[in-house]
């Protein structure tokens, strides 16, 4: 079976390696050709478009930044919708608004063109290791003609509605993710201004209630001063937007999700959108003074 596989960023490409690791044809079209050349070494096949890799593929992988770009693959100009044939399935892992999956489904639908939003959490370090978790939406004849695919990349795959459910359970797993930085950045504070070992603390807080995936993620790389990225800050800016205007549709105010959204905003204008959301940590340490590393 072909596999099309569009988007081949820091989350894409690991991704894609991981379908060609369990014996999939993987056909890639990427505009860098350092990633063509990569994951042809790796056995994947490269054409001259995506118009081609729709011509090849039954099922095709998105992963892309954002609804923009989502949009403008599947039904630009040159989008897949013009190339796909009836009974096709997309597959986009990208995170994006609801709303824009929900238009996705309806509008290839009226194609006979399948369609299921499947975003991701895990960042950088599980897309390598397969590990990643996946929130998928769509109908269930279709989650299941794609589960062995997405389990080819993830530890753990839930069907959790209809197309759109996917993306809303995203936004929930951002906020969630992003207040837990900032939490674990606020309670290192305290600790680095109290005096207390931050090494230690942290080993004594991680086996207790307080413990959880972002505490042993983040704070281990935030005490080496490390803020390379597993996931962009700037990225995770994207999703909050997205979480902010589906705020907006709903007429539902979330005074947390929209103070960290502002955090987060801040700090990508100020230069950070390019390092780790980690990176939360450090509107703390320019607000305080105080910097949480190892002694």
Do not use: W
């Amino acid at each position: 079976m072909s596999i099309g596989f569009i988007g081949l960023g820091i989350m894409g490409k690991p991704m894609a390696r991981n379908i060609l690791r369990q014996g999939y044809d993987v056909v890639i079209s990427s505009t860098n050709p350092d990633s063509n050349e990569e994951l042809a070494k790796d056995g994947a096949r490269v054409v001259a478009s995506i118009g081609e890799v729709a011509a090849i593929c039954e099922k095709i992988v998105l992963m892309l930044p954002n609804s923009p770009e989502v949009e403008d693959v599947v039904l630009g100009p040159n989008g897949l919708v013009h190339h796909l044939r009836p009974g096709s399935i997309v597959v986009d892992m990208s995170s994006i608004a609801p709303n824009v999956s929900k238009e996705m489904y309806r509008k290839l639908q009226a194609k006979d063109i399948h369609y299921m939003d499947a975003p991701v959490s895990g960042g950088e370090p599980k897309a390598i290791d397969g590990t990643i978790t996946v929130m998928a939406g769509g109908d269930e004849d279709v989650y299941d003609a794609c589960l062995p695919i997405l389990k080819t990349m993830a530890s753990n795959v839930t069907r959790v509605g209809p197309v759109g459910a996917g993306n809303a359970t995203k936004l929930v797993n951002q906020i969630i993710v992003a207040l837990n930085i900032a939490a674990v950045s606020e309670g290192f504070q305290l600790a680095e201004k109290m005096g207390v070992d931050t090494e230690l603390a942290y080993e004594a807080i991680r086996g207790g209630l307080a413990g959880s995936t972002v505490l042993d993620s983040k704070i281990p790389s935030i005490l080496d001063g490390n803020f390379d990225p597993g996931f962009k800050l700037k990225l995770h800016l994207k999703d909050l937007d997205n979480v902010e205007q589906t705020l907006h549709e709903l007429g539902l105010d979330l005074p947390l999700a929209s103070s960290v959204h502002d955090t987060v905003k801040n700090l990508v204008e100020n230069g950070h959108g390019e390092e780790d959301h980690g990176a939360i940590m450090k509107q703390y340490e320019m607000n305080t003074g105080i910097k949480v590393r190892r002694k």
